[in-house]
């Protein structure tokens, strides 16, 4: 199989850091996550202006057709430069469940407002007794003439208090965790009975607590069939844990490069510490561990197109597991060859190693997909 990017990929990929180094730098991401929302529209214009809000839609759907490996390339350069906009959440997670669960009437009144950086689209499937579970839904959604009536309460929804529409998950049928009776119906922010109450998280984010009362959306507000919005929320979600992989693999080589330049640069006896064995030996064991976090990253984004639900999900969990496992180890050695300046608010370092610990929390954590995996027939199937 050919890894090589191509031309178009390339520069894809050259711009981002360009555009990182330009208008993103370290202390430009300090502001603005100090500010009350955690994001900043003007960043959110510049994406759009590169292209990249639309990238992952169809042309024919108003976006630019861009595919995983795209997405893959996002993702590093945002992780690099710790982006904090919501691009995995409001473009690739949300727009997965439009390119699989809409009709081509529906997208083409979304995707172009998406794409232009106009409409701030999000999830909101997480409950507080769910954890990771995609089929608990206790939000329930109940038919009432000319359209649905929503009542329950999601939480940890990105970008909740700055959204303007969300996609909520609610039951319109079975018990709270059959696979049937899910349905996926677009909800206003400001919409009567719809209360949001925005935190702050480890790493500098924002999530919601949203709470649905007596919510009344329109029948067109549902995404494909009311009763059939798993198999919509489990292919989403395999795809953004590859997405999130490839940033957690951008973050962790940042970190290995911040670490041996500073290695270079200490001086202590005499010395560059740098100049150490036992020091080349640790950063050597965290370029090993970077390298296997991106292995398995590109195994994800290689899988993504996978029909197979089954061999599809294997391949997330796979990359999970290693990308938490590397992320762990890089970090923790980032801050120790460091030292003490690796945990100031002033020092990105310490940033990047928060940064890695939310990932693991999204979407499953390294032990939820080692349970699931091992209650499989593992990756190569039984003996």
């Not at 430009?28 to 510049?46: D, F, H, L, N, Y």
């Amino acid at each position: 199989m050919n890894f090589d990017l191509s031309e178009e990929q390339r520069l894809l990929a050259d711009s981002l850091a360009k555009w990182a180094a330009r208008s993103y730098d370290f202390d430009r991401r300090q502001k603005i996550c100090a500010t009350p929302e955690g994001r900043s529209p003007a960043v959110w214009a510049e994406l759009a202006d590169l292209g990249l809000t639309g990238l992952p839609f169809a042309e024919a759907d108003g976006g630019y057709g861009g595919g995983p490996v795209e997405t893959m390339i996002v993702m590093e350069a945002i992780g690099r430069a710790l982006v904090t906009e919501p691009w995995l959440d409001a473009v690739v997670f949300t727009g997965a469940l439009l390119r699989h669960g809409a009709d081509s009437e529906r997208r083409a009144a979304l995707v172009p407002a998406i794409a232009a950086g106009e409409l701030l689209l999000v999830a909101a499937i997480g409950e507080p007794q769910a954890r990771w579970t995609l089929a608990d839904v206790a939000t329930r959604a109940t038919p009432i003439a000319g359209g649905w009536r929503l009542d329950g309460v999601k939480t940890l929804v990105p970008h909740g208090a700055a959204a303007d529409r969300f996609v909520v998950s609610a039951r319109t049928g079975g018990d709270r965790t059959s696979p049937i009776g899910i349905g996926l119906f677009l909800v206003d922010r400001t919409a009567p009975g719809v209360s949001v109450v925005s935190h702050e998280t480890h790493d500098g984010g924002r999530v919601a607590d949203v709470r649905l009362d007596e919510v009344t959306v329109a029948a067109e507000a549902v995404i494909g069939d009311p009763a059939r919005g798993l198999p919509i929320l489990e292919r989403a979600t395999d795809e953004t844990i590859a997405a999130i992989s490839a940033e957690a693999v951008g973050i962790m080589d940042e970190a290995l490069k911040t670490t041996v330049e500073y290695l270079k640069t200490r001086v202590q006896f005499g010395r560059a510490i740098g100049s150490f064995q036992v020091l080349q030996h640790r950063a050597a064991d965290m370029f090993v561990a970077v390298e296997q976090a991106r292995s398995m990253a590109l195994w994800a984004t290689m899988s993504v197109g996978e029909e197979d639900v089954v061999t599809r999900r294997k391949a997330m969990a796979a990359a999970k597991i290693q990308v938490a496992k590397s992320a762990r180890f890089v970090g923790q050695q980032a801050i120790q060859l460091h030292g003490g300046i690796a945990m100031t608010w002033e020092y990105k370092v310490g940033h990047l190693f928060k940064r890695l610990t939310m990932i693991d929390k999204r979407f499953g954590d390294l032990d939820h997909h080692l349970d699931w995996l091992a209650a499989t027939d593992g990756l190569v199937g039984a003996a």
